[in-house]
């Protein structure tokens, strides 16, 4: 697709068409918002007759060419390993501080048990403030990656790995999701 547009019928003549390197291999339907796309097509089939090939749906894919696709998968390869080299990262940084923290704060914790702290109190003590600091260090985290996504997507799009039309867009699953993990990794590190 190179352009679209608004009103009835083609704007080309065949000779134009023909001319045109390397032809016009594909025209898009846009429709109205409701509009049935079975009618749509049932329409468009009796337009084209046996002039060429009416397809609909997830079958449009195969106008695609393949570089295309292996770039958008390309795309979603690199993003995932960036996902799983993030989550690698935190799941072992945050894993070896709190347990540093926890182990030079020995003394801290021999003098509570000594006045009299329960190894109850002294774990909740503990469990408490590494979820504190895991949803502080999440909260944080969640801040610098929507305002690192604009950037991101440039450098995605400079590569040449993403939909033209990709834009970003704040949603809160993903970023509770990220916190939730964060606060689990900082928890269980120091409860295992």
């Keep these: 697709m190179v352009g679209t547009v608004d009103g009835p019928g083609y704007y080309f003549t065949d000779g134009f068409a023909a001319r045109q390197q390397p032809g016009v291999g594909a025209l898009a339907l846009l429709t109205d918002q409701g509009t049935s796309a079975d009618a749509i097509k049932a329409r468009a089939v009796r337009a084209v007759g046996d002039q060429g090939t009416v397809v609909s749906g997830a079958a449009r894919a195969a106008l695609q060419p393949a570089y295309v696709e292996h770039k958008r998968f390309l795309g979603t390869q690199l993003i995932g390993a960036m996902a799983m080299l993030g989550l690698f990262t935190t ?32 774990r909740r003590m503990i469990l408490g403030e590494a979820a504190l600091i895991g949803l502080l260090g999440a909260s944080a985290g969640c801040v610098a990656g929507v305002a690192a996504a604009p950037l991101l997507r440039t450098i995605l799009q400079r590569l040449d790995v993403t939909p033209p039309e990709l834009s970003v867009k704040v949603t809160m699953w993903p970023l509770l999701t990220a916190a939730a993990i964060g606060v689990g990794v900082s928890v269980s590190v120091l409860g295992a």
Excluded at 96 to 109: F, K, N, Q, W
Excluded at 113 to 121: E, N, V
């Design 91 to 122: 799941v072992f940084v945050v894993a070896s501080m709190l347990v540093l923290a926890t182990v030079l704060r020995r003394r801290e914790i021999g003098l509570l048990r000594m006045i009299g702290a329960s190894p109850r109190q002294v």
